[in-house]
């Protein structure tokens, strides 16, 4: 099945620098790639997806990309702030894109 | 517009007992899921259901069940609670958006320890 791969787990930086978070996915049917935003005793929020169909998106201060040939997508965060530190998630629709695999996600810490 | 809601918050069991987990949305949509989140180990799929009246197994469906009661309403219960099942549970819901692709949108989640 569908395995989703997430790396690193935990990541530092200094507030203001950039942050990239990778995920590589297995199954070429995927067609769909969220990004999720878990702080402390919430559940996860959407922050951006990007589809198959492009290969890059923006949102103010976060950016996905794409490479389906090399099957991984990864979430750009620049200019971090404290209030990014969170854990995010990656995940890859299956099954007709109703489900979803998750990455195991990676804590963000911004350090002041 | 109080998206997804879930109840309990907190659930403490002892081995054997069973529960029911209560998750409602109100965004009209027409699929509903259920995962567990365990330390390094991402969400899970436990159920999901693609549709009044229609329910699938996911990833890790044993020792659960579900019943999607309405449209609003999917609930998750344990029979017979195990160690196993200490876990957050966060129930999702979602529909078609531009096509073939579904946002999910997640719920506060429920800590269930057993001991």
């Known amino acids: 099945g569908e395995n989703v791969e997430q790396h690193p787990s935990t990541l530092s930086v200094q507030e203001g620098d950039s942050a990239v978070i990778k995920c590589t996915y297995s199954?070429?049917?995927?067609?769909?790639f969220p990004w999720y935003k878990q702080e402390l005793g919430k559940g996860p929020q959407l922050i951006i997806d990007i589809r198959s169909n492009v290969g890059e998106k923006k949102d103010q201060r976060i950016a996905v990309t794409l490479n389906k040939t090399a099957k991984h997508f990864s979430l750009h965060i620049t200019e971090t702030q404290p209030e990014d530190s969170a854990v995010y998630f990656c995940?890859?629709?299956?099954?007709?894109?109703?489900?979803?695999?998750f990455g195991q996600g990676t804590r963000l810490t911004i350090n002041p | 517009n109080a998206g997804v809601t879930q109840t309990p918050k907190f659930q403490v069991l002892k081995t054997g007992q069973s529960m029911t987990l209560q998750c409602a949305q109100d965004?009209?949509?027409?699929?509903m899921y259920w995962y567990r989140q365990d330390p390094g180990m991402g969400l899970r799929l436990i159920y999901y259901?693609?549709?009044?009246?229609?329910?699938d197994k996911g990833e890790v469906p044993n020792g659960y069940n579900v019943s999607r009661l309405n449209k609003r309403e999917f609930s998750l219960r344990l029979e017979s609670a195990a160690p196993s099942q200490t876990s957050v549970y966060f129930c999702?819901?979602?529909?078609?958006?531009?096509?073939?692709?579904?946002?999910?949108?997640f719920g506060p989640g429920t800590r269930l320890t057993v001991t």
């Open positions: 259901s693609a549709s009044e009246g229609t329910t």
């Open positions: 999702a819901s979602s529909d078609r958006v531009a096509g073939a692709y579904y946002e999910q949108y």
């Open positions: 199954d070429s049917a995927s067609n769909y």
């Open positions: 965004m009209n949509h027409n699929s």
């Open positions: 995940a890859a629709s299956i099954g007709g894109a109703q489900k979803l695999v």
